[in-house]
């Protein structure tokens, strides 16, 4: 078995080894209100404690008020593993993962206690179950509000669960609590009763932990299975304007394996008047404004700003809402009858690896239809600030919501609820995704003929002269 050098917390981005990790002692920590009153006992016999490294993240990250972050750090002991006396573990579990994942903990007075909640070291959240056995891979949701990043997030998470490319089972492996509220606000809505997701408010938002097992082509051409872990990111589309709101709700972006860049085509000008000669209940969603030169902006801020080279992290530029394209009309599509954007409502085929023709001429094709557009800029923003880029063009829901003024029942005033009639049609919401563990090195790729793993290309050798003049001949 692989094992893992090093680990990335979730929550606060610390990057550690997994054997520093701490432990939790097992029990249901008591409330604050009770804490403060008295020692509080739990089935171990040890009294619940102020985590003071739980409580600076409640209050630094997530801007809680004192008092809030208070009551959620009151939590049991946690016990360090470094020359700790009281401890003992497994050493066949440490010399097959490399580090520990439950360990024995006998206090001065008192019976043995088995932990097995860890925690990072650093900010003392929960880490997710079995997290640093496999590799882990963070992919941040980028985009200006209202280009459906959390539809997009909650439709891929859905069609990775139910997935005909390669034989898979995506498992969530966070907090309780937040597959929770991630069910409620995200799933339960759109999934089930077809209703459009919220805005997602300026906030530091959970991160959504799951583990993506799966089966692939080899360079054989034979299927092999692999498990990884992934933390998906969702951020506020206010928050990527501004210098502050970026690294205050998107520090996680730095650390990413890769990211996806939603751009909404009914904010484009030239679409927008032909929406609104089509249909005009196209366009009743759309922002005010486009800021996806803003937010470009305080990307590069942040990435560049002391730092001569481009980012490497992979970044998919995603064309989202990509069905409305089937109620206008252009020359565009006259002029490429085998376009695929012009098809672009069926899902590509990726059966055991990616398939990179599709994705090239995707890419390629995307980008003219952006060129066309007179909307360059927002690839040239792209390939500005990041090495690697590549275009997509997806549908979320697969059809046209409906959008409708209704008077919301707690603040009685006139708000906007979108729903879909009939179950959602999805298509390609997933091709992005696989580029970038393509790129990553974790799934094949499968060109010219073959499968094989993506292999950064090489940088040019400085040809000798005689180099030079044979290939200045070879040229003519």
Same mark, same amino acid.
């Given at each position: 078995?692989?094992?893992?050098?090093?680990?990335?917390?979730?929550?606060?981005?610390?990057?550690?080894?997994?054997?520093?990790?701490?432990?939790?002692?097992?029990?249901?920590?008591?409330?604050?209100?009770?804490?403060?009153?008295?020692?509080?006992?739990?089935?171990?016999?040890?009294?619940?404690?102020? #985590?003071?490294?739980?409580? #600076?993240?409640?209050?630094?990250?997530?801007?809680?008020?004192?008092?809030?972050?208070?009551?959620?750090?009151?939590?049991?002991?946690?016990?360090?593993?470094?020359?700790?006396?009281?401890?003992?573990?497994?050493?066949?579990?440490?010399?097959?993962?490399?580090?520990?994942?439950?360990?024995?903990?006998?206090?001065?007075?008192?019976?043995?206690?088995?932990?097995?909640?860890?925690?990072?070291?650093?900010?003392?959240?929960?880490?997710? +179950?079995?997290?640093?056995?496999?590799?882990?891979?963070?992919?941040?949701?980028?985009?200006?509000?209202?280009?459906?990043?959390?539809?997009?997030? @909650?439709?891929?998470?859905?069609?990775?669960?139910?997935?005909?490319?390669?034989?898979?089972?995506?498992? &969530?492996?966070?907090?309780?609590?937040?597959? $929770?509220?991630?069910?409620?606000?995200?799933?339960?809505?759109?999934?089930?009763?077809?209703?459009? +997701?919220?805005?997602?408010?300026?906030?530091?938002?959970?991160?959504?932990?799951?583990?993506?097992?799966?089966?692939?082509?080899?360079?054989?051409?034979? &299927?092999?299975?692999?498990? +990884?872990?992934?933390?998906?990111?969702?951020?506020?589309?206010?928050?990527?304007?501004?210098?502050?709101?970026?690294?205050?709700?998107?520090?996680? +972006?730095?650390?990413?394996?890769?990211?996806?860049?939603?751009?909404?085509? @009914?904010?484009?000008?030239?679409?927008?008047?032909?929406?609104?000669?089509?249909?005009?209940?196209?366009?009743?969603?759309?922002?005010?404004?486009?800021?996806?030169?803003?937010?470009?902006? @305080?990307?590069?801020?942040?990435?560049?700003? &002391?730092?001569?080279?481009?980012?490497?992290?992979?970044?998919?530029?995603?064309?989202?809402?990509?069905?409305?394209?089937?109620?206008?009309?252009?020359?565009?599509?006259?002029?490429?009858?085998?376009?695929?954007?012009?098809?672009?409502?069926? #899902?590509?085929?990726?059966?055991?690896?990616?398939?990179?023709?599709?994705?090239?001429?995707?890419?390629?094709?995307?980008?003219?239809?952006?060129?066309?557009?007179?909307?360059?800029?927002?690839?040239?923003?792209?390939?500005?600030?990041?090495?690697?880029?590549?275009?997509?063009?997806?549908?979320?829901?697969?059809?046209?919501?409906?959008?409708?003024?209704?008077? #919301?029942?707690?603040?009685?005033?006139?708000?906007?609820?979108?729903?879909?009639?009939?179950?959602?049609?999805?298509?390609?919401?997933?091709?992005?995704?696989?580029?970038?563990?393509?790129?990553?090195?974790?799934?094949?790729?499968?060109?010219?003929?073959?499968?094989?793993?993506?292999?950064?290309?090489?940088?040019?050798?400085?040809? @000798?002269?005689?180099?030079?003049?044979?290939?200045?001949? $070879?040229?003519?």
């Amino acid at each position: 078995m692989k094992k893992i050098n090093h680990t990335i917390c979730p929550f606060c981005c610390h990057r550690f080894h997994p054997n520093e990790a701490d432990f939790r002692l097992p029990g249901v920590a008591p409330s604050a209100t009770k804490a403060r009153r008295k020692k509080v006992d739990d089935a171990s016999g040890m009294g619940a404690i102020l #985590d003071e490294r739980l409580m #600076d993240y409640q209050i630094e990250i997530l801007q809680v008020s004192e008092k809030e972050a208070e009551k959620n750090a009151i939590q049991l002991p946690f016990i360090e593993l470094e020359n700790n006396p009281d401890v003992s573990f497994d050493n066949t579990e440490l010399e097959k993962y490399g580090f520990v994942q439950r360990l024995i903990y006998t206090p001065p007075t008192g019976k043995k206690i088995t932990c097995e909640k860890r925690l990072c070291p650093n900010c003392h959240n929960d880490l997710p +179950i079995g997290y640093g056995v496999r590799d882990t891979l963070l992919i941040s949701i980028l985009g200006d509000a209202r280009v459906g990043k959390s539809v997009f997030l @909650t439709v891929l998470i859905s069609e990775l669960e139910s997935n005909a490319d390669f034989p898979s089972k995506l498992t &969530f492996i966070g907090d309780s609590a937040v597959r $929770e509220t991630f069910y409620e606000n995200y799933q339960k809505p759109l999934l089930r009763n077809h209703e459009l +997701i919220s805005s997602t408010k300026r906030r530091k938002i959970p991160p959504y932990a799951f583990n993506f097992w799966y089966k692939c082509k080899n360079e054989d051409g034979g &299927f092999e299975e692999n498990s +990884i872990d992934i933390i998906f990111y969702d951020i506020a589309g206010e928050d990527l304007r501004d210098d502050h709101g970026i690294r205050q709700n998107g520090f996680n +972006i730095k650390d990413s394996s890769g990211l996806i860049f939603l751009a909404d085509p @009914t904010n484009f000008m030239k679409l927008s008047d032909l929406f609104r000669v089509t249909d005009a209940s196209l366009i009743e969603a759309i922002p005010e404004e486009n800021s996806n030169q803003q937010i470009f902006n @305080t990307l590069y801020n942040y990435f560049l700003g &002391f730092d001569r080279e481009k980012c490497p992290i992979p970044l998919a530029l995603v064309l989202s809402k990509s069905d409305l394209l089937r109620f206008v009309k252009f020359d565009f599509f006259a002029n490429k009858p085998d376009n695929r954007i012009q098809n672009i409502f069926n #899902d590509e085929m990726h059966s055991g690896s990616v398939n990179m023709r599709c994705v090239k001429s995707l890419n390629r094709e995307v980008r003219e239809l952006l060129t066309y557009l007179g909307e360059e800029r927002i690839v040239n923003n792209a390939v500005g600030c990041f090495k690697t880029v590549s275009c997509f063009a997806v549908s979320s829901l697969g059809k046209k919501p409906t959008i409708e003024q209704i008077s #919301d029942p707690e603040t009685n005033e006139t708000i906007e609820k979108g729903y879909v009639d009939g179950p959602l049609e999805p298509f390609r919401v997933k091709d992005a995704f696989y580029w970038i563990l393509m790129r990553q090195k974790l799934l094949p790729k499968f060109e010219n003929g073959r499968y094989a793993l993506y292999a950064p290309p090489k940088p040019p050798e400085e040809m @000798t002269f005689w180099q030079k003049i044979i290939a200045f001949f $070879e040229g003519r």
